[in-house]
Structure formats: C-alpha cells, structure tokens
C-alpha cells in the first residue's frame, strides 16, 4: 500500500510538474472522527482523505479531468455486520459463520475518475471513469443502477464508474443521454438510455437501462453463494413546482431474469419558508422490501448493508429540516422513518464554514426503533465530526 | 418569482445601462422613467468577470469570484463560479427571467432544478438570495410606479421613484424606493421594504463609479446592505463587456457543465 500511494504520488507530481501550466490542480483534505456506540461500547474509527482533482484543456473542444483518493484510516477498522444485526435472526445462524460477516477498513489509494470529454458541435462524448448522477430523488433515486446513497449523508460525492456515454441535446430542452459501462461481457455490461425533457416549468426524463445485479445468498451454509441476474429497469422522473411546493417524482419497474420482478417508487416535495427554514419530504418504496419487520431475514439484512438492495423496509419516508442559524451556521437533520415497522433514525447535522475554503461537519445517528426493526437502537448510534479544508 | 427581476442581475451581470442621453425633462412620467431604467439595465448580451465579497454578521469576509453571461435582455443568464476552491466549477442558469433556475455541483456532477420558494434562499450566504439574481422587466410588471419627486445622491441629480408591488405579484418586497441618475437613467440607490410591512427598510443597494463600457454606462460597483441583519455584500466587475455574441447552447444544462 505505501509503495503504492508513493508510485501515486510520485505520478501526480511528475505530472504537475511537467504541464503545471496547462493542468488546474485543486482538491480537499477531509480528516474525519467518528465515536460509534454499540452494544454498550464506545469505539473510535478515525480517517484522512486526500482528493487531488486535475482538470485541463489540451483544446477547446477537449476536456480531461481525474481525480486520485488517499484514504487511510486509524481506531476500530475491524467490524462485523453480525453485530448490527438483531439477536434473534443471528440466533439461529451457526455462530461459525460470523467470520464471513467481517469488513474491515483498509487504507485505500486510487484513481477515482480519468476521463476525457470531447465536445462536438451537436453532442458530447465521455469515456473514462465518471460520476454518474441519475434521478431526481434526494435520498433514494430508483432509476440509478450505478450508485446507492449513504442515507446519513446522501449528497457526499458518489464513486467514479468506467463508462462511454454521448449526451446529445435536443431542441427546446431536450436531450438523449446514451451510456455504456463495460464489464467482461456485453451480456453483464451496464447500457442506458434516458430521453430528458422540458414541459412548462417541469423537467422530466424517460429512462431504459441494463446492468447485471448480483444477489448474494449468505444463508448459503459453506459461503456467501452470489447469483449473477440480468437487469432490465424501465423508469422515469420528473421535478417541478406544484402550488408553491418543489415537487419531484421518481419510479422504475425492474424486469429481473431468474428472479422476482420489482418496482420502486420516490415522492418528494420541499418548501422554503421567508425565514429560510427549509423543509423537505421524500416518500419511498421497495415493493421486494419486507413490510412486516418479523420476516426479516438474514439475506435481508446483509443484501441491504452490501447495498444489493436499497432497503429492508418496504415504506418509509425521509424528513429533513435546515436552517441557517446564523450566515455561517447551518443546523438541521433528517429523520428515516419506516412506515412499514415504525422503527426512526434521527440524523442531526451541524455545517460550520470556519473559513471560505474550510467547512466542519457534525453528523449524527440516533437509531430509536426496537430491536429487530429497520432503524432498530441494536444497530447502535454514531457521532461524525468532519471537517474539509478545499485547495 | 418575479420579483427576481429587479435586483441584480441586471444590475450585476447584465448591466447595466444604456442610452447616452441627455437631462430630461421634470414632467417626464413615472411609467416612462422606470421604462428607461429597465431599458438600461438590459443589454442584449454581456460577459462579465465578477467580484462578490460578503461580511457577515461576525465581520469575516468571504469572497468569490465568478464569470456571468447574459443574453436576450437578461431573459437568460448563467454564473460559473471560479473562486473559492469551495465552490469552484459550480454554476447557476436561470431561464425565462429567472423563472427557472438550475444549479450544477461539479463534485456530484448533478444539477439541480430549483422551485420558487428556494429563490428565497440566500446565495452562497450573500446578501443576495437567487431571487435578487434574476433579471428582467419586473419594476414594470411587478410593480406601480409612482414619481416622488427629485434629490441628490452620489452628487447626481436623480428622479425619486415608488414602486409599489401589485396585487397580482409574488415578488418578495412590499416596496421599493428608487433613486434614479437624471442623466443616464442608471439607478443609484434602491430601497427594499419588507414582505410583510412596507414601513420597514430590509435592504438597501448602492450603485457607484459608474464607467461607460461599449457606449453603456455601467455601474462597476454594487453594495447591498441587509439592515436587518447588520450584514453587507459587495460586488464589483473585474471584467465586463457587451460586444459579445453568446451562443443559445451557452444556457443550457451542457453550457453549465462545459
């Protein structure tokens, strides 16, 4: 790992130093302490990441941008999902398998996005590793296929994707995105197409896509026996304004070979009130989520924390209030809600802009729901202090 | 929503001012003088390089800096912030007068489509809320002008104006009092009064050195002061020009990306 972050450095500085004046160099480094409390004990993870974004313009219908990520963390870097899963499920697991359960934190250096635009008169293209951003929900976005959100932190940056695409703007504001994400084989390689739009103040867009999803049987008694589906997702959104409220919507059917079809469906309305309150509320629904909490399983549970699945609950809501304290504070948090089981977690956050290029963050997780619910209190609460100082 | 139109913008990006004209007569009437006005605050196009410097309530300061477009007489226009590091790359388009804004996050590379009621927000802790930022013919469709009479400010002579907001708009003042320079029609001093009690001064916004740029005067400085909150925000041209021909691609979703 060390020669590695070092063969990294050495490659940023080279290239730095030899077109310093045609690459723009920017970035953050986000020091990060978090106090997690869990099955009556207090742990300490701590982290340090470095970002270096390069950006130049070899032309001017050229781009290229990347970015490298050194990450290394310190504390409680072992952990197990077995812990945050409620005793009765885990109960009737042989209790050897826990080691499969286990994640650690590894320090981590790599290039998150590489990649090249090139701007034609009537459209783009870009190749390379990118972000893909798609839909318009805050906390869940059904039609996306390439990311799920941290819901304690649902507009962090998502990780770079290899993809080809081709944005191609339309007339009167529309636009046809085409995208490609190669993997090994053209059958389990990731395609969109997505038809975006304008009528009156809304935006909307069409979307088609195909990728393949992994499903992991953890129950499986010798390992985690992962089945490979092909995914097909027929969706749409759409955001504006209805009687003064933001409103948004977001839905998507996914056809799944060899398994059960699928729906998910986002809701969402904001409103800014004169003394800059800012509400919001974003309904959510997973029609594989389970709605009675008594039926999750342990398939359930680590589908959900290995993201292969955005949610164990069938229904649930997201509530979030800000407000600007003073011009340099911002107070608020969110609340996640299952409507299916009840269960609540409260998300304080506190934003402070120390300086023009430094911010501190306080994030909390308070898990208040019963044992074996979705946002159940075995799950533990966490304290995150971030703070970010950009160059 | 349309009371975005009357602030900045225009007065920032756009800007400003035209005609080159000469005293006019005192029985020139309030619709006229406010026609005028708005005329100069509207060039067709314009490309600014622009300085905003906020001093908050615990006198720190923050400062950014970033290019501005303009097209169509200020019906269409998009920010690309270049400075602090921060917020380096993000953009603002607002379309239709300000009726429609996006912003763009460079970091997510996400855009998002703002509703009115976030127009209230203020603009990167400014003194400015996106609604400010708009630009158009709102002194004309949002509200009824009424000439008070003359004064001094800045040691010009000025026509003083009332606009009060109509009954039909959703323009976030009560009222507005306007200074506005005789001789080249630029608005000097503007007065905005609570949403809620048209008694009570919110804000207040001064225009100064005033520099004829491309046969257009232009006000390189803009303060805005929030009475309420003690706080102020500056903004000043480094660049500025009007002979300039935009593309339409340029205010749109691939123009705030490029």
Redesign the interface.
Known sequence: MKRLFGVSLLSLVLITRLSAQEVDIFGYFEPQFTVIYLDQNYYQLQSNKLRVDLKSNPDENIEFGANFDWLVYHGKREWSFWDFIPKEVTSSVDPYRKARYRFTYDDRSFLDNAYLRFTCPSFDLMVGKQQISLGTGYAWNPTDIFNVKDLTDPTYEQPGHNAARIDWPLRNGFAILALYSPESTWENSGKLLRLKGRWRHFDFSVIGSETEWTLTDYNYPYYNLASFHRRRLLGGDCVGELLGLGVWAEGAYNFVKDSKDFWELVVGGDYTFDSELYLMLEFYHHSLAKSDYRQYDLNDWLRFFHQEQKSITRDQVCWLAQYPLTDLLKIGGSALISLSDGSIAFIPTVLYSLHENLELTLIGNINVGKEGKAYGSNQGHSLLLRSRVYF | MRSTRYTLFLLLVGCLCASNGTAQSVTISADTIIQKVTQVMNPAQSKGKMQMT?V???K?T???VYLAYSKNHGEKTLMKYLQ???V?GQSILMLNNA??IWIYFP?????R??????K???ME?SDFSYEDMGAGDAFIEEFKSRLLGEGKKQDRLCYKLELTRMAESTS?YSKLVMWVDKENFVPLVIDYYH?DDSTLLEKELVLSDIKVIDKIPTPMQMVMYNRL?R?QTSMEFLEVSYKVNLED?LF???GMK?
């Open positions: 906020i908050t309530t615990s720190k923050r400062t950014f602090p590091s921060r380096k009726d429609d970091r997510t590379r996400r855009v489509k703002l509703a009115t009621h976030a209230k927000q203020k802790g976030g949403d909150d706080t691609d749109t979703e691939r490029k």
